[in-house]
């Protein structure tokens, strides 16, 4: 079944840092359950004419960076619009890393905040 165009959009980081890793992971929960539609941000940072129509549909947006970086940010941003909800996942107190995963006790306690923001304010 196609999702809800009235669920919100997530996109997230998914670079190769466990950070960005965790965010993409996060982002996935959420759309397999069906709490949010995920969209390829590499697509509208790639100016993807379907993936940019979609971002730029007017649906509340959710933006999962693993970083300072922001590269979520930054790609919605090329296109003029700003996300609804911004998590970045250093702000939790988490540290990048390269060629490591993510514990599981930080996605499960990330989620947690995740399904909260996604039910009370997306």
Known sequence: MPPSPNLPLVYSCSGCSNLAQLANDLALRLDRDGLAEMSCIAGVGGDVPVLVKTACSGRPIIAVDGCHLHCVRNCLARHGVKAAHEVTLT????????????????????????????????
Not at 94 to 117: C, I, N, S, T, W
């Open 91 to 122: 702000e939790y107190g988490l540290k990048k890393r390269y060629g490591q995963d993510a514990p599981v006790q930080d996605f499960e306690m990330l989620y947690e905040e995740l399904q909260f923001l996604v039910r009370t304010r997306a």
